[in-house]
C-alpha cells in the first residue's frame, strides 16, 4: 500500500490554549483541505523534529515559520532551532529548545 507523504503546515504558528497546544498555518497536501487553507490543528500530542503528531493523528511537516511569529520569539529571548522548532513538555506544553 503507497502512504501519500504528510500535509505541509506553511506560515505556522503556535497556539497556547489552558491545557494544550495547537497549530495554526496554511496547509498544503491535505486529503480534506484545500491547498492554500488556512487551518487550525487539533492538539498536539507529539514534535519530532519538523513533523508535529495532532490528536487527530494527522502528521504536518512543518514548513516555513510565521514571520511575525520568528519575530516574537527573537524579542522573547526564545532560541529557535529550525530542526527542532517545538519541544513538547509531559504536560502538553511547549518548552522552548
Known amino acids: 500500500m ?3 507523504p504528510s500535509p505541509i503546515l ?13 497549530l495554526r498555518g496554511f496547509v ?3 486529503p480534506l483541505q484545500l491547498d492554500g487553507k ?4 487539533s492538539r498536539l500530542v507529539n514534535v519530532a ?3 508535529a503528531t495532532t490528536s ?11 514571520p511575525r511569529y520568528r519575530r516574537w520569539l ?4 526564545i532560541f529557535y532551532d529550525p530542526k527542532q522548532p517545538i519541544i513538547m513538555r509531559d504536560d ?4 522552548p529548545p
Open 10 to 22: 506553511q506560515d505556522w504558528f503556535i497556539i497556547i490554549a489552558p491545557d494544550h497546544l495547537r
Open 56 to 66: 487527530s493523528g494527522t502528521i504536518y511537516r512543518l514548513g516555513r515559520v510565521q
Open 2 to 4: 503507497k502512504t501519500s
Open 38 to 41: 488556512e487551518v487550525e490543528t
Open 28 to 30: 498544503y497536501g491535505h
Open 92 to 95: 502538553g506544553g511547549s518548552t
Open 74 to 77: 527573537n524579542e522573547a529571548g
Open 49 to 51: 523534529g519538523r513533523f
